[in-house]
């Protein structure tokens, strides 16, 4: 890979020069100064977009409840991104059930204090609900809101390819180009967790997102038992994170 990316700069500036967006990961687990991300606004292309990532003091200490002080102080820090900040990802634990006055105070809170895309991963299966969509629909539309109106109304018999031509797949790492193509695929086949994978690779682009979307999707729905025994067996240890 390294011959593809130029020789000279920061990691991000070289990464910046070849890709057109980047998650921000490691704002869950600290904060960052406002001129460091002041400092990665300045150091890529005006085109270029971040996805930062909503701390987990947030989503999985305080699970969402009274975190006005943290969420400000966030929003503070990475606003220094300008109009290079693309998407806030809230990534909710496995084990935050789904309670609407909560889920509902907290969204409308966090879009009282910015008009950036936000994107939320749940995943309990109680937000696979009408009553939690009628909670995220409070959302004002967006381009990731429009993607997954045409993701209902695209037909389920046409070829992922096609599909990802339409709906993004994720080559610009953005929420409205990965979502609406990884819920497509996913409502797809609900009760196949490998046919729900392999239609989602097969729309090639950002493949790891839309199946980690897409896969998760299914999981809830159709249960562990849904997931091929040898994918279970061969699944890499994960380093438990201080």
């Known amino acids: 890979m390294g011959e593809h990316f130029p020789t000279t700069g920061t990691h991000l500036e070289r990464y910046a020069r070849v890709l057109p967006a980047v998650e921000i990961n490691s704002s869950f687990y600290r904060p960052h100064r406002p001129g460091t991300y002041a400092r990665w606004r300045d150091s890529v292309p005006e085109t270029f977009r971040f996805a930062v990532k909503v701390?987990?003091?947030?989503?999985?200490?305080?699970?969402?409840?009274d975190a006005r002080e943290p969420l400000e102080r966030f929003l503070g820090e990475a606003g220094h991104l300008e109009a290079k900040l693309g998407c806030l990802l809230v990534q909710l634990p496995p084990s935050l059930q789904h309670e609407r006055e909560t889920a509902r105070a907290f969204f409308q809170s966090l879009r009282e204090r910015t008009a950036v895309d936000v994107v939320c991963e749940p995943r309990h299966r109680t937000w696979f609900t009408?009553?939690?969509?009628?909670?995220l629909d409070c959302t004002p539309a967006g381009a990731t809101r429009q993607g997954l109106e045409?993701?209902?109304?695209?037909?389920?018999?046409?070829?992922p390819s096609s599909a990802a031509r339409t709906l993004g797949s994720g080559q610009k790492v953005l929420a409205e180009d990965?979502?609406?193509?990884?819920v497509w695929c996913a409502a797809r086949h609900l009760d196949s967790?490998?046919?729900?994978?392999?239609?989602?690779?097969?729309?090639?682009?950002?493949?790891?997102?839309?199946?980690?979307?897409?896969?998760?999707?299914?999981?809830?729905?159709?249960?562990?038992?849904s997931i091929p025994a040898k994918w279970l067996s061969a699944r890499e240890p994960l380093r438990r994170r201080v």
């Open 55 to 65: 701390p987990k003091v947030i989503t999985h200490e305080l699970r969402l409840r």
């Open 130 to 135: 009408d009553e939690a969509r009628q909670v």
């Open 150 to 159: 045409k993701a209902r109304a695209w037909p389920r018999d046409t070829s």
């Open 178 to 182: 990965t979502v609406p193509f990884a």
């Open 193 to 225: 967790f490998e046919e729900a994978l392999w239609c989602t690779v097969a729309g090639f682009g950002d493949r790891d997102t839309t199946c980690a979307m897409a896969g998760g999707i299914v999981a809830l729905s159709a249960g562990r038992s």
